[in-house]
C-alpha cells in the first residue's frame, strides 16, 4: 500500500496498541479511513478539473484553427494572384468573354444570309 510490508504493518498496530490503547484503536482507525478517504476524493476531484481544462484548451484551439482556415486561404489566394499564378486563368477568361462575343456576330451573319 505505502510500500510497507505485513511485518511492518504489524509492528506499527502493536506500537498504536500499546500507546493508544485498545479502546480508542478502532475510532482512531474510522478517523484515518474517513481522512484518506477524503484525501482521494479530493485527490479525484482535482484530477477531474483539471483534465476538464485541458479538453477545454484542446477544444479552443481547434475552434481557433477552423476560425482562421479561411484567412489562410485568402491569403494563399492572394499570394498566388500577386505571383501571377493565377494570371493564366484571368487569360482564359479573356479568351471566353472573346468567344461569347464571336458568336452573336456570327449568329447574325448566318441570320442575315437567310
Known amino acids: ?8 504493518l504489524l509492528i506499527i498496530l502493536v506500537i498504536a496498541l500499546v500507546i493508544i490503547g485498545p479502546h480508542k484503536l478502532p475510532e482512531l482507525a474510522r478517523i484515518l479511513g474517513k481522512g484518506l478517504a477524503e484525501f482521494r476524493k479530493a485527490a479525484d476531484d482535482i484530477k477531474d478539473s ?3 481544462e485541458i479538453r477545454i484548451e484542446e477544444e479552443k484551439q481547434k475552434l481557433l484553427e477552423v476560425y482562421n482556415s479561411p484567412k489562410v486561404i485568402q491569403e494563399e489566394a492572394k499570394d498566388q494572384t500577386e505571383s501571377g499564378e493565377l494570371s493564366r486563368t484571368a487569360g482564359i477568361q479573356d479568351e471566353i468573354q472573346e468567344e461569347k462575343g464571336t458568336v452573336p456576330k456570327d449568329a447574325e451573319k448566318t441570320k442575315d444570309l437567310l
Open 1 to 8: 500500500m505505502f510500500g510497507i510490508g505485513t511485518g511492518e
Open 50 to 52: 483539471v483534465s476538464r
